[in-house]
């Protein structure tokens, strides 16, 4: 699965009971409350707002929303060749478990070479007898072969690297392995012509995005919104009330957030063959009807309820760890 949206689903979400028609629904203050068009005008800025300069610089704004706060960043989506990624030593660093790997991994990566030289020089200047000399030759034959096949590997490897860079991927609004997110719009605004260090600054767009950004532009569409917070009391509610639109969009911003903050932990949990990625596939399946909803349903009722729970509380949990709020 890739990183953009796949597939677009329609799932009716519940909402609230709404007062009968007959009585009038009353505020805090003045009596009745406005009417459901004032509700709808505020609907308004997102549906309408100017997306021409999202598209011309190729950055969206997205909002997420997590168990602590709801908040604005910035995604593109860039050739992996052209992008560094985020630096997270001193992310890991504050994490004394992660700190204590690295350093182990560092000793097991050393290796020492005793080199006896005399010995060396002494089997050289002996002299050989046929019997060596071939099997000498034998194995630079060998061993000339064995280059062969190395280069030949070492070539194939160039040419999945080569594809591996040309194939886009996510980059946030992130600093040094933080998901920088905001509170509204103006806070966010400020940060983006602060000039402040982030890893989208590296994209050729940013200078132009700086001068050119308003808080009014700061409205996510609705596949650019995700309701992270939801996900773990969705999945603890049972199968027959599991909203696939939700799960869908969660699965692929954890995607792309494990992906861009270097969090191989949630990669895993989310890779093909995993038992959220088994989940997501049924979820995508039923969405898009016909004989494979019927299937994608078989195997939902397959997948367990508090597994998957446990899975995304974990998932949610690491992501919100690497959050930097700034307001």
Sequence with gaps: MGNPKHTEVSVARQSPQRPDADEPELDDTTGPAESDEADEADD????????????????????????????FTLRAYRPAGSLTPT?????DQDDPFLARRQVIEEEDDETVVILDEELAEE????????????????ATDADATAEDDETEAEAEAEDVADEADDEEVPVFLSHRGKLLLFKTPESLVSFIRSGAPNDLSQLDSWNELSERVEPAD????????????????NLRGGHDSWDSTLLIEAGEVARDLSYALRLPAVLDMLSAGSSLDDLDEALRATANGGIGAFMGRRRLKKIGAQTASLGWRTIVGKISAVVDWRD
């Design 44 to 71: 308004t800025p997102r549906a309408s707002a100017d997306r021409s300069l999202w598209d011309e610089l190729r950055i969206d704004p997205v909002e997420i929303a997590l168990p602590a706060g709801t908040g």
């Design 218 to 233: 700061i409205a996510p569409l609705d596949e650019d919104t995700y309701e992270l917070d939801l996900v773990v009391e």
């Design 123 to 138: 089997f050289a200047d002996s002299d050989e007898d046929e019997p060596s000399r071939r099997r000498r030759d034998s």
């Design 87 to 91: 630096d997270v030593t001193e992310r």
